[in-house]
């Protein structure tokens, strides 16, 4: 299950990135070459991007390579360390929690709504919200979860 959610998760990235390169380039050489649009293209396009960025945060979050100000840990003892990260993975956890709750409620409010080209529901624009942020916060849980029972390569040398 874990290979085939990280392929899902890689393989949608990929095909997003590619489908907004192509629509683009194509759309670029309609408009030069004789003066038209593809119908809606824009539309597509902010579909996928929203699909990449919020599967690329969920990469990111299995691969523990998001953002982090690593200061304060530096001049920490190691159990110190291992401390700080376990509160700031759990303020992470809550945090996506509050998001995963919130998404919901947006794609149930922006069900109603479509799109003006192709009158998609506007809850496929707003879906990767709560889905990426329960992924995200199964990736937190699990890394909480390492990091207490020192199953982590960084909670086993915090401890030494």
Do not use: N
């Amino acid at each position: 299950m874990k290979v085939f959610l990280k392929k899902f998760e890689e393989g949608l990235i990929g095909i997003c990135l590619l489908s907004i390169s192509l629509l683009i380039f194509l759309d670029i050489l309609l408009r030069y070459l004789w003066k038209r649009s593809i119908f809606g293209i824009e539309e597509i396009c902010i579909l996928f991007f929203t699909y990449l960025i919020f599967f690329g945060a969920v990469v990111g979050t299995r691969e523990g390579s998001h953002i982090e100000v690593d200061t304060i840990f530096k001049i920490l003892s190691r159990r110190g360390q291992l401390t700080a990260a376990l509160i700031s993975e759990c303020l992470i956890f809550i945090f996506l929690m509050a998001l995963t709750m919130i998404g919901v409620k947006l794609v149930i409010a922006h069900s109603v709504f479509t799109s003006a080209s192709f009158k998609i529901p506007m809850s496929v624009f707003s879906l990767p919200l709560p889905v990426c942020s329960a992924l995200m916060m199964a990736y937190t849980a699990k890394r909480i979860w390492d990091l207490w029972t020192r199953r982590t390569q960084e909670g086993a040398k915090w401890l030494e």
